[in-house]
């Protein structure tokens, strides 16, 4: 004897399937405002890149049954021209090149190194020096841990307590730099002069 649903249960099921529906189509309005709101702050090639593709994923998405012909003739043609790994690769290429050739824009304690070469005009030398001690310092540490952290993961060790006091580091450093910028404000300027 075969079970068959109740009209209550293809009800729900048919509910269910819209709700996903609704929040699906929501979701993914939600990413586009976010790529676009990005690719209008940040125009660069890779808020380019995620706003293309994100397009395209809500169409594939949204419109799956309709474009089911056209994916199965691309999937056909990929197959037999073996395209797809160089595009991936030329394009994996630009995007890392386009965020290689950015300048960096951040470096720990540059506000309060300004401040202090503003202070104490002498030793502007011995300042530098200082900071950039510390922050070769800071790098070594961290890429050593990196280090650490993946040779134990790899061994099938417990790699969290190693990763746990490197990243407790990274971020009472990152607070200090944020609290020294609140203590000094504006960095070299002097006020009263």
């Known amino acids: 004897m075969r079970f068959k ?11 269910q399937t819209q709700n996903d529906s609704i929040k699906l189509r929501s979701l993914a309005f ?19 890149i995620t706003l293309g593709l994100s397009v395209l994923g809500i169409v594939t998405v949204i419109w799956r049954k309709e474009l089911n012909r056209v994916l199965n003739h691309v999937v056909r043609l990929t197959t037999l021209y073996r395209v797809t790994s160089p595009i991936l690769t030329i394009l994996g290429t630009f995007v ?15 506000n309060a190194e300004t401040w ?5 005009t002498g030793a502007n030398e011995a ?3 200082a900071f950039n001690v510390l922050r070769g310092l ?3 540490y961290l ?17 969290v307590n190693l990763a746990r006091t490197p990243m407790i580091i990274l971020i009472t450093v990152t607070m200090g730099d944020i609290l020294a910028n609140l203590i ?4 070299g300027t002097n006020v009263g002069q």
């Open 5 to 15: 649903p109740s009209k209550f249960v293809e009800l729900s099921i048919a509910n």
């Open 30 to 48: 939600t990413g586009l405002v976010t790529t676009v709101v990005d690719n209008i702050v940040n125009p660069s090639l890779i808020s380019s």
């Open 96 to 110: 890392f090149l386009d965020a290689l050739s950015m300048s960096a824009q951040a470096q720990f304690f540059q």
């Open 116 to 120: 202090m070469s503003g202070q104490f």
């Open 127 to 129: 300042i530098t020096l």
């Open 138 to 140: 800071f790098i070594l």
């Open 143 to 159: 890429g050593i841990s990196l280090v650490r952290v993946i040779q134990a993961a790899r061994n099938d060790e417990d790699w």
């Open 184 to 187: 000094i404000g504006g960095g």
